[in-house]
T-cell receptor, first 112, second 114 residues
Framework: NAGVTQTPKFQVLKTGQSMTLQCAQD?????MYWYRQDPGMGLRLIYY???????DKGEVPNGYNVSRLNKREFSLRLESAAPSQTSVYFC???????????FGSGTRLTVV | AQTVTQSQPEMSVQEAETVTLSCTYD???????LFWYKQPPSRQMILVIR??????QNATENRFSVNFQKAAKSFSLKISDSQLGDTAMYFC???????????FGQGTRLTINP
C-alpha cells in the first residue's frame, strides 16, 4: 500500500542549482499534481497532468518544469533554484478529482 | 476564478470540546465538490470528509461533520469530542465537477490542549 511516493523528503539547494523532485503512484490514477505549500497561502497548484502524455500549468508555474514520464511517474524540475522557491512540495494523484486526492508525504526544499 | 477562504488562521480548544472550523468559497458553478483535509505534524495530508454540492444532507465521518450551506457558499467542519490527535492544520478544498484540479484555502491551525 505505497500510494504516492515522493523523493527526496528534504533538500537544501544553493541559488542557481537545479534538481528534480520525483513522484510515483501505484494506484493506477489518471491525474497527478504538484502543489507547493507556503505559510498563510495554503496549497497552490504548480502543474498538473490529467492523463499520461499531457501536462498543464497551474497557478504558480514560473520557474518549474514537469514531465509525465508514464502513468505512474510525474516529476517536477527546478532548473535554476531561487530563494522564493523555498517551500514544501506535495505530489498528489487522483482517479478523478471529484473523489479527492491522495497525497505524498511532501518534500521540504530550502534554497539558500 | 474559484477561491476558498478560511478566515481563522489559528484555533485552540480543550480536549473533549467541540470545535467548528469555517470555510467559505466563491463560485458561479452549481455542480462541485468540497473537502476537508487534515495535515498533522507529520506533514501527511489526510482526507477527512467530502461533500457533493448536489446533496442536501451534510456529510458525517465519525466525530467529524460538516455544515454545508450552499446558498451562503459556506462549508464548516465540526469536530466533536476533540482529541489530542486532532491537533493539525486543516485545509478546505473545492473542485468543480469535471474539472481537473482542486483549489485549497489558506488553512487553519488547530491545537487541542490537554
Amino acid at each position: 500500500n505505497a500510494g504516492v511516493t515522493q523523493t527526496p523528503k528534504f533538500q537544501v539547494l544553493k541559488t542557481g542549482q537545479s534538481m528534480t523532485l520525483q513522484c510515483a503512484q501505484d494506484m493506477n490514477h489518471n491525474s497527478m499534481y504538484w502543489y507547493r505549500q507556503d505559510p498563510g497561502m495554503g496549497l497552490r497548484l504548480i502543474y498538473y497532468s490529467a492523463s499520461e502524455g499531457t501536462t498543464d500549468k497551474g497557478e504558480v508555474p514560473n520557474g518549474y518544469n514537469v514531465s509525465r514520464l508514464n502513468k505512474r511517474e510525474f516529476s517536477l524540475r527546478l532548473e535554476s533554484a531561487a530563494p522564493s522557491q523555498t517551500s514544501v512540495y506535495f505530489c498528489a494523484s487522483s482517479v478523478i478529482p471529484n473523489y479527492g486526492y491522495t497525497f505524498g508525504s511532501g518534500t521540504r526544499l530550502t534554497v539558500v | 476564478a474559484q477561491t476558498v477562504t478560511q478566515s481563522q488562521p489559528e484555533m485552540s480548544v480543550q480536549e473533549a470540546e467541540t470545535v467548528t472550523l469555517s470555510c467559505t468559497y466563491d463560485t458561479s458553478e452549481s455542480n462541485y465538490y468540497l473537502f476537508w483535509y487534515k495535515q498533522p505534524p507529520s506533514r501527511q495530508m489526510i482526507l477527512v470528509i467530502r461533500q457533493e454540492a448536489y446533496k442536501q444532507q451534510n456529510a458525517t465521518e465519525n466525530r467529524f461533520s460538516v455544515n454545508f450551506q450552499k446558498a451562503a457558499k459556506s462549508f464548516s467542519l465540526k469536530i466533536s469530542d476533540s482529541q489530542l490527535g486532532d491537533t493539525a492544520m486543516y485545509f478546505c478544498a473545492f473542485g468543480i465537477q469535471g474539472a481537473q484540479k482542486l483549489v485549497f484555502g489558506q488553512g487553519t491551525r488547530l491545537t487541542i490542549n490537554p
